[in-house]
């Protein structure tokens, strides 16, 4: 008798903990980010950016322009306004000790940013993100300064597409 009322118990138990995972799962709202309903697509085409003071500050600034206008250009009077700031660190990781070079090494490049509505000044989304690309130190010095700059620039591309998709999260809101 006791094991009819223990296996009611477990049954009920188990038939509420899936109806309340259910409407849990309901309540969710997953949506893709640049869908045409949440007009995310339109707000990133009125995004104008601050001017670059750096060569990899221009490759994350041109790669911004490329996501949020999505290959036309940067608006004539934007709606929002993103002032960014990038800079690169490049790091030597593999070291050897009888000749004291480097055979390899790491580029980070950092951008510091924020968005901000042009009408009223009013900041939406402010943040860090960064990206880091490995690289190998050739031993003549051309080939060295080529590939730092490769890597900057991979890592430059990088740290942009996280922030267009911080911007797209926080226009898409």
């Known amino acids: ?10 049954r009920g138990t188990g038939i509420a903990a899936i ?24 707000k990133l085409a009125s995004v104008g950016f601050s001017e670059a003071t750096s060569r990899v500050g221009q490759e994350v600034r041109n790669r911004l322009i490329f996501i949020a206008s999505r290959g036309a250009g940067e ?36 951008v ?12 939406i ?10 690289l190998d130190f050739p031993a003549q010095e051309f080939a060295k300064q080529r590939a730092i700059r490769d890597a900057e620039n991979r890592a430059a591309r990088q740290a942009a597409e996280f922030v267009g998709a911080d911007i797209a999260a926080a226009l898409g809101r």
């Open 19 to 42: 109806l309340a995972s259910t409407a849990f799962l309901a309540s969710c709202q997953v949506r893709p980010l640049y869908s045409e309903s949440s007009g995310v697509a339109g």
């Open 112 to 123: 510091d940013y924020t968005l901000k509505s042009t009408k009223d000044g009013h900041v």
């Open 75 to 110: 608006p004539a009077n934007p709606e929002y306004k993103v002032e960014f700031s990038a800079r690169s660190n490049v790091i030597s990781t593999l070291l050897v000790p009888s000749s004291d070079e480097s055979l390899a090494g790491r580029a980070t490049v950092s």
């Open 125 to 134: 989304k402010a943040g860090n993100r960064y990206a880091t690309a490995l």
């Open 1 to 10: 008798m006791s094991f009819d009322i223990a296996f009611k118990l477990v």
